[in-house]
Structures are given as structure tokens and as C-alpha cells.
């Protein structure tokens, strides 16, 4: 709104300059014109010029001068040189220069502050996993839905199946299994029944269970990853960007080059009107409008390509320092892996194909919601299998499903059931499944053993290839999972990593992103659940995976839509290239300024060759057009 204001009253302010008149060659003067002028120039100084002002009195009160100091030192200088010229002190005035300045400068502030607001709603996503309301189990056996903060130690509340668990506490009483990936990062439900904890925001399963409450508001869990978060994210530097540190030291030319060329002028005989109007040149042309813009118009190129590539960046300055990344920090699931299981191994015995036990498999396991049975589902279904129809189907909990399928009798069990009735199965074969972390079910068709199918959580096809990009690039990959080592060790095997942290727990993930820059790297991590959100924060990068938690999204500084791995090298290179691009955009900007400076200085001026403030608007003009096509090329 600022910069429309702004720019809406800079065209009166145009068409009333004596210097803008003179130079289209025309005749508008009327009589108290000047001092309109004054009065439309005065509104946009304080009113446009406001951000400006105020972030120069905080660059200064740092003792760090930056792009508002230099900003305010150009337009502050202006407009003060430009009033006393309409008070009836000998020179030209600059109004016209100090509105243009003031409406690139805020274009180029909003272009900036569009491609880094997203400020992080983390800590509401994390606030939001977990429900508002628990049913609070009465002591007449009926229950009553209460809000959470009403709820104390000792109080008992029931979850039923497909519900989120609402508070810490221990199971009283049921069993059920309870996803825990987005919270703890192991991939595989866990059984959970009496005397076990349950973790509020974990997902119940398919039994009901009632929870002692033990840990409620700032004790639980979430609330301690919350605290995790919201501290790594005010520890993260507030380094300067390219553009800031180049003003910095415009700033300190432009203070020395003016002040010189007073002395100088002064000294050499010359009036003092002259003497300060060139000083108020240097001052003003010494801050280029294509400054301004070097970097905020690169950005936006860059922000639009990555976008239409699936790279959503929310924090420009860490996206930047991408391409600074020596080690990349992957958690496994969800990200490496697909977050969902899949058949890896079909062992038969005798007797059945494997269609028919496929078939057989599916067709039971379609009546369960366990995410083992989901795996095995979606198997069948990508063999376009036919589905059986289940007689005396029932479940056996924690051990399996049984039915009766064409008059056979066919068991999915777990190898707790092939322990508790003795039934034999090849030991040497399950253990050697079991050691790389899989899950090893049993086919059982009329009491004989016929199969055993092993389940993993799927690697992701891609994952390999950024691996090995990476490598190319000579960037170390690492592997940080809340699972255990064994599922770890199989899948960095699959894709040849070599450094691996393994039953790492959530409140260390941000802890061993830590460790790892302390061995002087600069570190990406790339994550997925609420568990990998204090380590994104924590990290110089933090890239989420498109299709993991509004917490870890948040908490990011790149998302990931496509939940590509491969494009977390795309991110570096894109981060290479916009910063080339703002490198060349930056030496365009300065570069003005160096042909600019001397000859507003008047260091030819014994050869009849002075800068003035028209052929400077010229320059300074062509710079900035320069400057937007230079930043369009990034798209080739």
C-alpha cells in the first residue's frame, strides 16, 4: 500500500520537477508550483521514505550500516538539499530523484519481503496434531468429552480406534497398535498394550484403549519438541545478505566521497553553493536504484522457476547459503523411504505358486486396517489379483487374521502365533529376513505352513539417485532415524551411505545436527515428521518433504512438493545459479556507481565533462533495466 501511495503521487511530483521539465523540454511552470512540489515531496519522504528512516536509526543502533542506512542517507539528503533550493538556496532540486528512489526502493523492499514472509507458523501446526477435546472416562463407566486442559494426572480417558491419542499417559487397559512415525520416526506401528506408554498425537489403531493420564501442558512430549523448535529457530543467525553488505560499504564511499568533494571544491575557490551541490549528488547517486532491485528481482526468477519445479523456498537467505552445503542429513522415513510397507521377500514352501498365495493373502487382509495389511493389499492389487471372498472371518488380536477361503482355512500370522503353537518354520531364513529390520509375517493354508512374506517400508526410487548426485558433487550424505539400526543398516546399504544415526531419539536429532557442524560443515536436513522439525529449525538448510507434516513444513526453509529426493541437488544447483546471477547483478548495480561517483564528483570537469542530475537519471535507468533483464536470464 505504501509503495502505490507512494508511486501514485511521485507522477504529480514528476510532471512538477523544473530539472524533469527541462529535460522533456517543456513549459509547466505556474506560480506557488514549487511549493506544492514541496508539499507532495514532503508526504512521500515521510510517509514512503518511512521504513527506510526507521531501519537506518536500527542499522545505526547496531553500529551495522546497511541498505536503510544508505537509502536514508540519499533520500535525508535529498530532501533536505531540495527544501532549502525551494527556500531560496542557489542550485537545483532533487525531489523528483528522492520520490523515484523511495518507490523503487519500496518495490524492491515488497518484491523482498513477498519471497521471505511465510513467517513460521510451526508451533500452531505442532499445537494443532494434537485433538482439542479427550472422553474422559467417568467413575460410573460413562464417559464425557472434556477439553484437554481440563483434564489431571491420574484422570483416565479413552481413545477409540482411528483416534489420536490426547494426552501422555500409561495404558490401563486394551491393545491396540499405534502409529508413531510423525512423532518418533520409526516406521513400523508398535504394538502397545497394559502398562506400556502411549505419546499424545500418536494415531490409535484398531483397538480401543484407555490411558491413565500422566504428563499434561508444558510436561508432554509435543510441548517439549515445541520448545525445541521455537529455540533453534531464534538461535539462527541473522547474517546480512549480498545486498546489505554491498551497501554497507556504499554507505561509508558515499559519506567519504561527498564529504571530499565539498573540501575539494571548496578548497579550489569554488562557491559554496556549487561545492555542496555536487556533494548532494555524489550523496544521492552513490545509492543506484538498481541496488534495490539486484537482489529482490533475482529471488522472485528464482522463487518462480523453483516453483514451477516443485521447490517451495520460504527462508531466501537460507536458500541461498545452499549452495554452501557440504552434508545433507536425511531421515529415513518418509523421506528415503516411502513412509509405507511393501513386500520386499516371498519365501514358499510347497505346494502353492505365488499368485495363489498372493491371492489368498490379499483377499484376508483386505479385511484389516493394520498397515502390514495395507502392504500386502497393495501387492495384490498392483498384480491385478482377484479378491476371494472370506468366510468365518476373525481377528486374531496381535497375532493375525484367519478365514476360510474356497473351503481352505488361511492364516496371516506373526511369528508370535507360530511361537505359541509350536508350528515349525525355517529359523535360518527368518532370522537373515529379520536382521535387515524386516517384518516377517507367516501364510499358513489349511495348518501347513506355506509361505513366509517379508515386509519393509518401500526406498524410494529416486533416493538412490540423489545419493549419488550428491556424491558427484562432493557432498557427504547422512542418515539420522529415530528406527533401529538394523531397518538403518538395510537401507543405507540399499543406497550405498555409509553414515548412519540410528535409534536416535527426537529430542536428539536437533542435538546431532550440532555434532555435525561442529566438524566445520554446512548442513541441509531433510525430513518429514514432527520428530525432524527441531532438526530442520536447527540446520543451516531445512528442506521437508512435501508430504510430511504441516509441522515439519513449517518449520522449513524449502518444501519438497514432488517429495522428491533427487531434488534436494536440484535445490543447491538453482541455489548456485541465483547466486551467480546476484553476484553479476550486484557488479551491474556497483558498477554505475563507479562510472557515476568521479564524474558527479566533477573529476573532469577542466574538460567541460560534469555529471549532471539528468544524465545521472539516465544511468542510473539504464542500470536498472540492465539489472531486471540480467535477473530474467536466470530462467535459461
Known amino acids: 500500500?505504501?509503495?502505490?501511495?507512494?508511486?501514485?503521487?511521485?507522477?504529480?511530483?514528476?510532471?512538477?520537477?523544473?530539472?524533469?521539465?527541462?529535460?522533456?523540454?517543456?513549459?509547466?511552470?505556474?506560480?506557488?508550483?514549487?511549493?506544492?512540489?514541496?508539499?507532495?515531496?514532503?508526504?512521500?519522504?515521510?510517509?514512503?521514505?518511512?521504513?527506510?528512516?526507521?531501519?537506518?536509526?536500527?542499522?545505526?543502533?547496531?553500529?551495522?550500516?546497511?541498505?536503510?542506512?544508505?537509502?536514508?542517507?540519499?533520500?535525508?539528503?535529498?530532501?533536505?538539499?531540495?527544501?532549502?533550493?525551494?527556500?531560496?538556496?542557489?542550485?537545483?532540486?532533487?525531489?523528483?530523484?528522492?520520490?523515484?528512489?523511495?518507490?523503487?526502493?519500496?518495490?524492491?523492499?515488497?518484491?523482498?519481503?513477498?519471497?521471505?514472509?511465510?513467517?513460521?507458523?510451526?508451533?500452531?501446526?505442532?499445537?494443532?496434531?494434537?485433538?482439542?477435546?479427550?472422553?474422559?472416562?467417568l467413575e460410573n463407566g460413562e464417559t464425557k468429552d472434556v477439553p484437554l486442559s481440563g483434564l489431571k494426572a491420574g484422570d483416565q480417558v479413552l481413545v477409540k480406534p482411528g483416534e489420536k491419542i490426547p494426552v501422555d499417559g500409561e495404558i490401563v487397559k486394551g491393545k491396540s497398535t499405534?502409529?508413531?512415525?510423525?512423532?518418533?520416526?520409526?516406521?513400523?506401528?508398535?504394538?502397545?498394550?497394559?502398562?506400556?506408554?502411549?505419546?499424545?498425537?500418536?494415531?490409535?489403531?484398531?483397538?480401543?484403549?484407555?490411558?491413565?493420564?500422566?504428563?499434561?501442558?508444558?510436561?508432554?512430549?509435543?510441548?517439549?519438541?515445541?520448545?525445541?523448535?521455537?529455540?533453534?529457530?531464534?538461535?539462527?543467525?541473522?547474517?546480512?545478505?549480498?545486498?546489505?553488505?554491498?551497501?554497507?560499504?556504499?554507505?561509508?564511499?558515499?559519506?567519504?566521497?561527498?564529504?571530499?568533494?565539498?573540501?575539494?571544491?571548496?578548497?579550489?575557490?569554488y562557491p559554496i553553493s556549487f561545492a555542496v551541490e555536487r556533494m548532494v549528488t555524489v550523496m544521492i547517486i552513490s545509492c543506484p536504484h538498481a541496488l534495490g532491485l539486484a537482489a529482490p528481482l533475482v529471488i522472485a526468477v528464482s522463487t518462480a522457476i523453483s516453483a514451477k519445479n516443485g521447490l517451495l523456498i520460504r527462508n531466501r537467505t537460507n536458500f541461498e547459503g545452499a549452495r554452501n552445503i557440504n552434508a545433507v542429513v536425511f531421515d529415513k522415513t518418509g523421506t528415503l523411504t516411502k513412509g509405507e510397507f511393501g513386500i520386499t521377500d516371498l519365501h514358499l514352501e510347497k505346494g502353492f505358486s505365488e499368485k495363489e498365495i498372493l491371492t489368498f493373502a490379499s483377499s484376508l487382509e483386505a479385511q484389516s486396517e493394520h498397515p502390514i495389511a495395507h502392504g500386502i493389499v497393495r501387492e495384490g492389487k498392483k498384480r491385478n489379483l482377484p479378491f476371494k471372498q472370506i468366510d468365518e472371518f476373525q481377528s486374531l488380536t496381535g497375532k493375525g487374521l484367519m478365514g476360510v477361503i474356497e473351503g481352505r482355512e488361511v492364516l496371516v500370522v506373526s511369528p508370535g502365533y507360530m511361537k505359541e503353537k509350536n508350528v515349525d518354520y525355517p529359523q535360518e531364513i527368518f532370522q537373515q529376513l529379520a536382521s535387515q529390520g524386516k517384518t516377517?509375517?507367516?501364510?499358513?493354508?489349511?495348518?501347513?505352513?506355506?509361505?513366509?512374506?517379508?515386509?519393509?517400508?518401500?526406498?524410494?526410487?529416486?533416493?538412490?539417485?540423489?545419493?549419488?548426485?550428491?556424491?558427484?558433487?562432493?557432498?557427504?550424505?547422512?542418515?539420522l532415524t529415530g528406527d533401529n539400526r538394523q531397518v538403518a543398516d538395510y537401507v543405507g546399504e540399499q543406497l550405498n551411505m555409509s553414515d548412519i544415526y540410528a535409534e536416535v531419539l527426537p529430542h536428539q536429532k536437533s542435538d546431532k545436527i550440532d555434532e555435525i557442524k561442529q566438524k566445520g560443515l554446512k548442513v541441509a536436513m531433510t525430513g518429514d515428521g514432527v520428530n525432524d522439525a527441531p532438526a530442520l529449525?536447527?540446520?543451516?538448510?531445512?528442506?521437508?518433504?512435501?508430504?510430511?507434516?504441516?509441522?515439519?513444513?513449517?518449520?522449513?526453509?524449502?518444501?519438497?512438493?514432488?517429495?522428491?529426493?533427487?531434488d534436494v541437488v536440484n535445490l543447491i544447483h538453482l541455489s548456485k545459479a541465483t547466486y551467480r546471477k546476484m553476484i553479476q547483478n550486484l557488479w551491474w548495480a556497483a558498477g554505475y556507481n563507479i562510472?557515476?561517483?568521479?564524474?558527479?564528483?566533477?573529476?573532469?570537469?577542466?574538460?567541460?565533462?560534469?555529471?549532471?542530475?539528468?544524465?545521472?537519471?539516465?544511468?542510473?535507468?539504464?542500470?536498472?533495466v540492465i539489472v531486471a533483464i540480467n535477473a530474467k536470464l536466470l530462467k535459461i
Open 1 to 137: 500500500m505504501r509503495f502505490w501511495i507512494s508511486l501514485i503521487i511521485t507522477i504529480p511530483i514528476l510532471i512538477l520537477s523544473p530539472m524533469i521539465q527541462m529535460f522533456l523540454n517543456v513549459d509547466w511552470r505556474f506560480q506557488y508550483d514549487l511549493y506544492i512540489l514541496f508539499i507532495l515531496s514532503s508526504f512521500v519522504f515521510f510517509y514512503g521514505g518511512h521504513p527506510f528512516l526507521k531501519g537506518a536509526i536500527d542499522e545505526l543502533k547496531q553500529k551495522s550500516p546497511g541498505m536503510m542506512t544508505l537509502i536514508a542517507l540519499a533520500i535525508v539528503v535529498a530532501y533536505g538539499f531540495s527544501t532549502l533550493v525551494i527556500f531560496g538556496f542557489s542550485g537545483n532540486d532533487f525531489f523528483w530523484e528522492l520520490a523515484t528512489l523511495i518507490d523503487i526502493m519500496l518495490l524492491g523492499h515488497w518484491i523482498e519481503m513477498r519471497s521471505i514472509m511465510g513467517a513460521s507458523r510451526a508451533l500452531e501446526e505442532l499445537v494443532k496434531l494434537m485433538p482439542t477435546e479427550a472422553h474422559l472416562l
Open 178 to 269: 499405534v502409529d508413531e512415525s510423525m512423532l518418533t520416526g520409526e516406521s513400523v506401528p508398535v504394538d502397545k498394550q497394559v502398562g506400556e506408554e502411549a505419546i499424545g498425537g500418536a494415531i490409535n489403531g484398531e483397538g480401543s484403549l484407555v490411558i491413565s493420564v500422566k504428563k499434561t501442558g508444558a510436561e508432554t512430549y509435543l510441548s517439549q519438541v515445541i520448545n525445541l523448535v521455537k529455540e533453534a529457530q531464534e538461535s539462527k543467525s541473522k547474517t546480512q545478505d549480498l545486498s546489505n553488505r554491498a551497501a554497507k560499504w556504499l554507505f561509508y564511499l558515499a559519506l567519504l566521497a561527498g564529504i571530499g568533494t565539498f573540501f575539494i571544491w571548496v578548497m579550489l575557490g
Open 595 to 624: 562510472v557515476a561517483i568521479p564524474l558527479a564528483a566533477g573529476i573532469l570537469y577542466n574538460y567541460g565533462i560534469i555529471l549532471s542530475p539528468a544524465i545521472g537519471a539516465v544511468l542510473m535507468s539504464l542500470s536498472t
Open 537 to 566: 529449525a536447527k540446520a543451516d538448510l531445512g528442506i521437508a518433504i512435501g508430504t510430511g507434516t504441516d509441522v515439519a513444513i513449517e518449520t522449513a526453509d524449502v518444501i519438497l512438493v514432488k517429495s522428491n529426493p533427487e
Open 440 to 479: 516377517v509375517v507367516f501364510v499358513l493354508i489349511d495348518k501347513q505352513l506355506t509361505a513366509m512374506i517379508a515386509l519393509a517400508d518401500i526406498i524410494r526410487d529416486t533416493a538412490k539417485n540423489a545419493i549419488q548426485r550428491l556424491k558427484e558433487m562432493n557432498i557427504q550424505s547422512i542418515m
